[in-house]
């Protein structure tokens, strides 16, 4: 079916190893987006794509790092974790930068 | 300076009531407003979009957007407990192709 997976829906892990979210969309669409979710924050954006090979920084881009070499996948890679990056990690896409943006489950991360 | 205001609730609200929720914005230039649904421990579902000033209806939903005011709201009328969930606002991002998201507000539908 036609839509956009996240894996893995949860994951546990200790502060300092790397750890890698996968995101995969068979829409095509152009854009592709990461977010963190905290209590009391709201969805934050983390980085997005507009396209193969161009990633731009969101509002908390720190500890992260994205790439994109194909449309349908864009993995976001924790190279040391911390604690602080805890949270539950969405990716979306989008036909265009300003269009509806659909979500994938989500992953739950927990850092320990 | 937040750039999408929703008050955060919760709103209760008796079975079937209407719920009305709120969202402002600071972009006076945003041409298109997104209304998002997320249960708990679930993602945001996009269930309203709205581009024109006036009211968009979408069976119990009904969007209603004034750009004079910088607010769009959403109605939903006869509310249902299934329709407790927390309810994000989203708009296009100024200078960006990216949406802000507001904090969501929660809605208890009570039976």
């Known amino acids: 079916d036609a839509g956009i997976t996240q894996s893995p829906r949860y994951k546990i892990t200790e502060t300092g190893r790397q750890v890698t979210l996968m995101c995969h969309q068979t829409w095509s669409h152009s854009y592709m987006f990461w977010y963190r979710q905290d209590l009391g924050h709201g969805l934050r954006l983390i980085y997005y794509?507009?396209?193969?090979?161009?990633?731009d920084k969101g509002e908390v881009p720190d500890g992260y790092v994205v790439s994109r070499s194909k449309t349908e996948n864009f993995p976001l890679t924790l190279e040391s974790a911390t604690r602080s990056q805890t949270s539950v990690y969405f990716c979306?896409?989008?036909?265009?930068?300003?269009?509806?943006?659909?979500f994938g489950d989500g992953t739950r991360l927990s850092i320990l | 300076q937040k750039e999408v205001e929703q008050n955060s609730g919760p709103l209760s609200v008796p079975e079937g009531a209407i719920a009305s929720l709120n969202c402002t914005y600071s972009?006076?230039?945003?041409?298109?407003f997104f209304w998002y649904r997320q249960y708990s421990g679930k993602s945001p579902e996009l269930i309203m979009f709205i581009y024109s000033n006036g009211d968009k209806e979408d069976g119990r939903f009904t969007a209603q957007l004034n750009k004079a005011s910088q607010y769009v709201s959403l109605l939903i009328r006869d509310s249902q407990p299934s329709d407790s969930a927390t309810y994000l606002c989203?708009?296009?991002?100024?200078?960006?192709?990216?949406?802000?998201f507001g904090k969501g507000t929660m809605l208890l539908v009570s039976p």
């Open positions: 794509s507009a396209a193969a090979d161009i990633t």
């Open positions: 972009d006076r230039g945003s041409q298109s």
């Open positions: 979306a896409s989008s036909g265009t930068g300003n269009q509806p943006q659909h």
């Open positions: 989203a708009v296009p991002t100024s200078g960006y192709s990216t949406l802000t």
